[in-house]
């Protein structure tokens, strides 16, 4: 229970933050947006990466368990690295 009123708090002070940012920003309002617009596309591509790099650890660990092979994690990581030098994004 805690966490999840420690994370609504998170999100309600990130939220009146960028606000107040917005509020007071120097920018015109054109400019502000297009900001927040390239800010938002660069977290969800973060997070398109970081739900590919669990999606490609799960097939690995699936496909390791159905062959009856064992995967050491050093595997595990580089497969990572590929994933993140290919700048691959699986939807």
Known sequence: MRIGKGLCSLLLASSAG???????????G??????IQQKAEDIL?????GYNRIVCN????????LNGVSIPVDD???NWADTDQKNEIIV
Not at 45 to 49: Q, R
Not at 58 to 65: E, F
Request: glycine content about 4%.
């Open 30 to 35: 054109s400019q502000t947006r297009k900001k």
């Open 58 to 65: 799960v097939k690995t660990k699936i496909d390791a368990i």
């Open 18 to 28: 960028l606000a107040i940012g917005i509020l007071f920003a120097p920018d015109k």
């Open 45 to 49: 591509e973060n997070e398109i990466i």
């Open 76 to 78: 595990n990581i580089r």
